[in-house]
T-cell receptor, first 115, second 113 residues
Framework: DTEVTQTPKHLVMGMTNKKSLKCEQH?????MYWYKQKAKKPPELMFV???????INESVPSRFSPECPNSSLLNLHLHALQPEDSALYLC??????????????FGEGSRLTVL | GNSVTQMEGPVTLSEEAFLTINCTYT??????LFWYVQYPGEGLQLLLKATKADDKGSNKGFEATYRKETTSFHLEKGSVQVSDSAVYFC????????????FGAGTRLAVHP
């Protein structure tokens, strides 16, 4: 199984809603990532979890709250978002977050629209 | 700081044409270099990589050579297919571990029959 599975594929939410994006991998990878991708732009790193600990937070606003319940799961909790947060949110995993192999496995993404 | 510059797209080709997508980088030290591909409606997939100067990465008919003297990592394919239509991202590994990739802006390729 070489898949990273993200749910939901599409999400529409209002600015006062609370929602969560979920990501799962069963490759035994110990690092997981959240990226944000705006239309026609490259992905931008948001968070990195390595061995279930938050290792990198790229100065992301607190209205985005990541969580890594175990080595296979990664969540992104969303609260009080702004319309400019509308984007494709990509989850990725890698075998070991401490070694720079550059080989990330990406999910298909969750397309978020904030009204 | 580290950065990646790709040629602007879109690149439009006929099937069986030769493809080149230019990529140059600025980096301290000796980063690894990558090409990722994003097919419509999907996430990114690693296409190929090179970890040191003069290395050639190859996969699915695509090739790229790590040229330290010109700080380049151009993507080439001898004969493109309609199924190659996608967005191609050049990337380098940043410093500090954690697979912190720095992506170029992406180049959209459209191949017509």
């Amino acid at each position: 199984d070489t898949e990273v599975t993200q749910t939901p594929k599409h999400l529409v939410m209002g600015m006062t809603n609370k929602k969560s994006l979920k990501c799962e991998q069963h490759m035994g990878h110990r690092a997981m990532y959240w990226y944000k991708q705006k239309a026609k732009k490259p992905p931008e790193l948001m968070f990195v979890y390595s061995y279930e600990k938050l290792s990198i937070n790229e100065s992301v606003p607190s209205r985005f709250s990541p969580e890594c319940p175990n080595s296979s799961l990664l969540n992104l909790h969303l609260h009080a978002l702004q319309p400019e947060d509308s984007a494709l949110y990509l989850c990725a995993s890698s075998q070991d977050g401490t070694v720079n192999t550059g080989e990330l496995f990406f999910g298909e993404g969750s397309r978020l629209t904030v009204l | 700081g580290n950065s990646v510059t790709q040629m602007e797209g879109p690149v439009t080709l006929s099937e069986e044409a030769f493809l080149t997508i230019n990529c140059t980088y600025t980096a301290t030290g000796y980063p690894s270099l990558f090409w990722y591909v994003q097919y419509p409606g999907e996430g990114l997939q690693l296409l190929l990589k090179a970890t040191k100067a003069d290395d050639k990465g190859s996969n699915k008919g695509f090739e790229a050579t790590y040229r330290k003297e010109t700080t380049s990592f151009h993507l080439e394919k001898g004969s493109v297919q309609v199924s190659d239509s996608a967005v191609y991202f050049c990337a380098l590994s940043g410093s500090g571990g954690y697979n912190k990739l720095i992506f170029g802006a992406g180049t959209r390729l459209a191949v017509h029959p």
